[in-house]
């Protein structure tokens, strides 16, 4: 478990640990039940779904406003979720199996009832008094200005012991912490180190990008541009309204980055992953996850929601991939889905067939994969009433928007169960929807699922497809094909965006190719006959040739 570099050849697994597995049937999943399932991601033997790593979303004490990205206490664990030891459990199990474990660190806030807020809004000159981002009331004792949470409305809210606003850039109980104040980041480091002592692989760190913020509290300019993004707009959110220019993406924030690089580097081997969020354009997108992970001294790899808020095109993705090849040597992280997202077989078209192109897609690109736990099985977003929501967000902008509890139903592992086998019929905490399951998939050898466990032990037995490097060969509005070259091995990759069978021409001077077959893909995989793959519609191909 040494290798510095482990990642960039790993396939990772995201885990929302409320829905995962139920193992005392409370309703909520926990963590003796990622214990139970893993080796359904990897039984160190060559079974399982072929998973090197999980990144876990948060688990700590919390008031739960957020589901846990409300950290209360960022050493020990929720009692919904089990106890520390249970965590040590999990780490052992998971290195037992060659699973590496990320777990996901909320530093840009904690919540309110932190010991370290209590304190912080007392009064101005407690000894936590600057832990926290305090400003003076504006004209008239409003909002120091006009920065917008994330969550809607104004990002201030007012403390009368201080006579002051604080800043929050998400909920009014999630308060920004303040990077700007060397007791907070050393004390944010103390917790990277703790759980580093523990065992951890890596860290994710959420919202990365607003750790840093002006210190002058300048107003927002408005917006003068379309955000890319389809699951909410400029109507349903007021956060969009505004550019952006102060609130966060701040440059001083580079340092910050500099700042967890250099504690992370106390042990081998651990790994960073940033959330990055969107900005104007794709290209300053992209080119911003270049720059936090830009090697040496910063993160390892950026997080960003670029293939599940653009359209799914093979410009898109191909854009996406151009333009972080022309950023250097900065380490990519590709998803199609996550708890904040509408599911991937919801989201394309295609009655979930472009999803499963997509996901073959996305193993074959360079940078390093995230797997949502679900998709494998095509879970699709689940509709809920108003009265079952329980996401604040979805609260928020209701019905506008329903939030993202359609996205964090229990895993189906068991469709003849009670509760899908999720538990043991204790009432789950988001209602059970779908046809999806895992017995189901598990049943059809054409599944999503064997196709799957299929390309991930292809990746494997091809490394050029995990770090090689990559040569566009054909794009248009249908095809996306690529090289990905490692030494003298080269793997061509075709796939068909489009539900009409199409074909791709390659160039003459190309050596012999060896196609890859994927048995689970069955008829939609391609075909080469006299230089011209030919693709079905939402077909598949990939071969390998010498030189």
């Known amino acids: 478990m040494s290798d510095v570099s482990w990642w960039k050849q790993a396939v990772f697994y995201q885990i929302y640990p409320r829905s ?60 919904a979720f089990g106890t520390l030891e249970d965590f040590d459990e999990l780490v052992r199990q998971a290195h037992r199996r060659g699973i590496r474990i990320m777990i996901d660190l909320v530093f840009n806030h904690s919540s309110s009832q932190h010991p370290w807020f209590l304190e912080s809004r007392q009064n101005r000159d407690n000894p936590k008094s600057d832990w926290y981002v305090w400003a003076d009331p504006g004209e008239g004792g409003g909002p120091p200005n006009n920065w917008l949470s994330v969550f809607g409305g104004s990002s201030w809210a007012y403390e009368p012991a201080r006579r002051q606003y604080y800043l929050h850039s998400f909920l009014k109980e999630m308060p920004d912490l303040n990077w700007y ?42 917006r003068d541009y379309a955000l890319p993004r389809i699951d909410l707009s400029g109507e349903t959110n007021p956060w969009c309204d505004h550019a952006k220019v102060y609130c966060s993406d701040r440059p001083e924030n580079i340092e910050n980055l500099k700042f967890l690089r250099n504690v992370l580097n106390e042990r081998n081997g651990v790994v960073s992953l940033g959330e990055v969020g969107i900005v104007r354009d794709l290209e300053s997108y992209i080119k911003k996850a270049a720059e936090y992970c830009r090697p040496p001294d910063r993160l390892h790899m950026a997080y960003t929601f670029a293939m599940f808020t653009l359209e799914p095109t093979p410009v898109c993705f191909s854009e996406i991939v151009r333009f972080m090849e022309s950023s250097g040597d900065s380490w990519p992280c590709w998803a199609l889905g996550n708890h904040d997202a509408v599911r991937p077989a919801t989201r394309f078209p295609g009655r979930g067939e472009l999803h499963r192109t997509l996901q073959l ?21 689940a509709e809920l009433e108003f009265d079952e929501v329980q996401d604040p967000f979805g609260k928020a902008f209701w019905p506008r928007y329903k939030g993202r509890d359609g996205c964090r139903i229990p895993f189906p592992w ?48 091809h490394p050029a497809l995990a770090v090689g ?58 075909e080469i006959a006299d230089g011209t793959i030919l693709l079905p519609g939402h077909g598949f191909f990939m071969a390998t040739t010498a030189g």
């Open 414 to 461: 068991d469709g003849r169960a009670v509760n899908k086998g999720f538990n043991k019929g204790a009432r789950t905490w988001l209602p059970m929807r779908g046809n999806s399951s895992l017995d189901r998939s598990e049943a059809d050898p054409h599944s999503t699922l064997h196709l799957l466990r299929e390309m991930i032990r292809l990746r494997k037995a």
């Open 469 to 526: 490097s990559y040569e566009l060969v054909a794009q248009d509005d249908a095809v996306w094909a690529f090289f990905r070259t490692l030494e003298d091995e080269r793997v061509i990759v075709a796939a068909n965006f489009s539900a009409d069978a199409v074909e791709c021409s390659l160039s003459d001077d190309l050596p012999e190719l060896s196609p890859l077959r994927l048995n689970a893909l069955g008829e939609k995989n391609g």
């Open 20 to 79: 995962f597995y139920d193992a005392d049937n409370d309703g909520v999943g926990d963590l003796r039940g990622i214990i139970r399932k893993l080796d359904y991601l990897n039984d160190g033997r060559g079974g399982g779904l072929g998973i090197d790593a999980v990144w876990i979303a948060p688990f700590f004490p919390s008031p739960m406003l957020d589901f846990g990205y409300d950290v209360s206490d960022y050493k020990d664990v929720h009692p």
């Open 361 to 381: 897609v996305l193993l074959c690109m360079r940078g390093t994969p995230i797997l949502y736990y679900g998709d494998e099985l095509d879970m699709e977003q």
């Open 181 to 222: 104040n060397s007791e907070v980041r050393e004390a944010l480091a103390d917790v990277v180190r703790f759980w580093m002592e523990r065992g951890v692989d890596g860290f994710r760190f959420d919202a990365v990008d607003h750790y840093a913020y002006d210190r002058k509290f300048r107003p927002e300019p408005p």
